[in-house]
């Protein structure tokens, strides 16, 4: 049993898809959240800075004495998981292998589609985790580096005629390939799930790789013992590198709770 806090990091709000399931599997766990929205999006940047931000992300969750960290980014988690996971001293979840599962659970066709930024389009991270759960699978990836920006700035509705004429321009290569699965490979893209959902249709399954990975980090840490004993509900700290109010507006929006005065802006580095 250990009362400390969860760490949960992203370039910006997106990981906010992952503490939305962690708080409803976990909810007396303490939970701290980092969005780095002063430098987000992270996944057009070079491998080196994308390490050189994750590993200031990681040393500030790990300052507030963290049990356990999630990386809720899969652009970090493509491009610097190793760099993070060797030095740190708690168990660190990345969300590449827990949607991957699901998918090659999921598929019937063995034909998967994977959207992305363009860091994490360009790793391979997932065609390697899928051909390895699923030798001789078919994957289909798409970077979609509009997402997160749309996603940032509150443009997520299939009402939106920006979001949608950029959404059948990415997601085109994907119903050409006959994807019955297709991994939200970036954890801003649930909150477009509506416009993707209605371009790809309903016979195709959307994997959330934040909520996944929740829910793996969630079994995990009953398996290593490292639950809070505390019956009480868990308290939630969230901090960011821009401007708080923005951030809480959305982030209320999308968790469905209140998170005003929960949010202090900090200065990595
Ligand atoms: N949520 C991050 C991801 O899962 C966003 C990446 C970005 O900042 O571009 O990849």
Do not use: W
């Given at each position: 049993?250990?009362?400390?806090?969860?760490?949960?990091?992203?370039?910006?709000?997106?990981?906010?898809?992952?503490?939305?399931?962690?708080?409803?599997?976990l909810p007396n766990e303490d939970v701290i959240y980092l969005g780095d929205t002063g430098r987000v999006p992270y996944g057009s940047r070079s491998r080196?800075?994308?390490?050189?931000?994750?590993?200031?992300?990681?040393?500030?969750?790990?300052?507030?004495?963290?049990?356990?960290?999630?990386?809720?980014?899969?652009?970090?988690?493509?491009?610097?998981?190793?760099?993070?996971?060797?030095?740190?001293?708690?168990?660190?979840?990345?969300?590449?292998?827990?949607?991957?599962?699901?998918?090659?659970?999921?598929?019937?066709?063995?034909?998967?589609?994977?959207?992305?930024?363009?860091?994490?389009v360009r790793s391979g991270a997932y065609e390697r985790a899928l051909g390895r759960l699923l030798p001789g699978a078919e994957v289909t990836s798409a970077?979609?580096?509009?997402?997160?920006?749309?996603?940032?700035?509150?443009?997520?509705?299939?009402?939106?005629?920006?979001?949608?004429?950029?959404?059948?321009?990415?997601?085109?290569?994907?119903?050409?390939?006959?994807?019955?699965?297709?991994?939200?490979?970036?954890?801003?893209?649930?909150?477009?799930?509506?416009?993707?959902?209605?371009?790809?249709?309903?016979?195709?399954?959307?994997?959330?790789?934040?909520?996944?990975?929740?829910?793996?980090?969630?079994?995990?840490?009953?398996?290593?013992?490292?639950?809070?004993?505390?019956?009480?509900?868990?308290?939630?700290?969230?901090?960011?590198?821009?401007?708080?109010?923005?951030?809480?507006?959305?982030?209320?929006?999308?968790?469905?709770?209140?998170?005003?005065?929960?949010t202090e802006q900090i200065t990595l580095e």
């Open positions: 049993m250990n009362s400390n806090p969860i760490g949960v990091f992203d370039s910006g709000i997106g990981g906010l898809t992952a503490v939305k399931r962690l708080i409803q599997l080196e800075t994308i390490i050189k931000y994750a590993r200031q992300d990681a040393a500030f969750l790990l300052r507030h004495g963290i049990k356990a960290m999630i990386i809720a980014c899969n652009t970090v988690s493509s491009t610097a998981f190793e760099e993070i996971s060797r030095d740190a001293p708690v168990p660190v979840f990345d969300v590449i292998e827990p949607p991957s599962a699901l998918a090659a659970a999921s598929t019937k066709n063995g034909k998967i589609g994977v959207i992305g930024t363009t860091a994490t970077a979609c580096p509009l997402f997160v920006p749309l996603a940032e700035n509150g443009r997520t509705s299939p009402d939106d005629l920006a979001v949608m004429t950029i959404a059948r321009d990415y997601l085109a290569r994907l119903l050409g390939s006959g994807a019955d699965t297709v991994i939200l490979g970036c954890t801003h893209y649930p909150l477009l799930r509506g416009a993707i959902a209605e371009i790809l249709g309903g016979g195709v399954t959307l994997i959330d790789s934040g909520a996944a990975t929740a829910e793996y980090a969630s079994a995990r840490l009953g398996e290593l013992d490292l639950r809070s004993p505390s019956p009480a509900p868990g308290v939630r700290r969230y901090f960011v590198t821009d401007d708080a109010e923005g951030f809480e507006a959305l982030a209320s929006r999308f968790l469905g709770a209140d998170v005003r005065g929960l």
